[in-house]
Each structure stands twice: as C-alpha cells, then as structure tokens.
C-alpha cells in the first residue's frame, strides 16, 4: 500500500492548468471531428485527478460530448430498415386522384374506403 502525498497548492494549480490544457485540446479534436485523439486527450486530462472549478469544462464532460457525437453519427449512418417498417403507399385508380384510406370515403365509394 503506497501513502498519497498530499499536493501543495501550487502543485495542484500546476495539475489543473495542465488538465485544463488537455480539456481545450481534446474540444478542439473533437469539433474537427477526430474523436480518438480527443477521446486520449480526455482521458490524460482524467488520469490528473485535478480539480476543475464548479462550472468549468472537465474530462467527463468532454467524454460525454464524444459518446454522444458517436451515438448521433451511427444513428444518422444505420441503414433505412433499422428506422422501421416502411410507411404504407396507397395508390388511387387515376393519375392525380387523391390517395390513402379515406379517399373511397369522401367520395362516397363506401365500399373501396372499407377495403383498405
């Protein structure tokens, strides 16, 4: 069992500033799209341990942003059977004419409005 030093507070500004730096640098890998890179910048901002003002941007942060950059590119990628079944097409008798269930109905062919 090792005993933790406790850091002086100029350590620990030093820490933070240096987190601090890897937080910015692994925003900016990510707003050009490189999230591996950022996702090790984070990740080294992390391993710190620092301690980041209440309202400041921090490693976890950045972390979520990756997950959900990736999570949004794989759903707008998923092909169009993973959106669900396809949208039924109802096709009238003549080109032009209105279509979808209700159109035997408002014209009153009750009996082509039930069949659909």
Known sequence: MTAQVAETPAQAAETRSEAEMLV???????????????????MAAQQLNATFPLFSDR???VLQ??????NSNMIAQAPASAAGPP????????PGEATGPRTGLRSSRIVEGRQV
């Open 24 to 42: 910015k640098e692994a925003r900016e890998l990510l707003a050009v799209g490189d999230m591996n890179a950022a996702r090790e910048k984070a």
């Open 59 to 61: 490693p976890e942060l």
């Open 65 to 70: 942003d990756i997950r959900d950059t990736e």
């Open 87 to 94: 949208r039924p097409t109802y096709h009238g008798s003549q």
